[in-house]
């Protein structure tokens, strides 16, 4: 894989927003320090925010602060949530990219209202098997966290 460095510059801006019931499922055996280094390849790391729902275990949620992950825990589906948190992060802050660790297509329409507005959008899938072609064809680019 080309450094995504080579496609950035170091003063690019990133916010990470990742959805964690679809990106840490054991299937994908994916590492949350993979994704937040996708995401610290593409520029300056403003935020990094991991949604998961009420099941979460404390273990994951230290685990995940631990490795500098704002985490948001919520009743229920976190979709609603990381949909609504993105859309007004990218909308309101000063950042020049949006990167969205996810399979679910429930995050297309932040990808695009991101782009619209002059954000330029990732998305960031949880290996091979987890990569949604949706997500994939709105954004920018897509990268795939590998095992």
Known sequence: ?????????????????????????????????????????LGQLSVARLYLDEHATPGLIQAAEARGFEVTITSGDVDVKLAVDATEFALTDDIDVLAVASRDTDFKPVLEKAA???VRTVAVAPGEYGRSDALRNAAHDAFVVEE
Do not use: I, Y
């Not at 003063?11 to 055996?29: H, I, M, Q, S, Y």
């Open 1 to 41: 894989m080309q450094s995504l460095r080579s496609l950035f510059d170091g003063k690019t801006t990133v916010a990470l927003f990742v959805d964690g019931p679809n990106v840490l499922r054991e299937e994908f055996d994916v590492d949350l320090d993979d994704v937040r280094s996708v995401a610290e390849d």
């Open 116 to 118: 619209r507005n002059g």
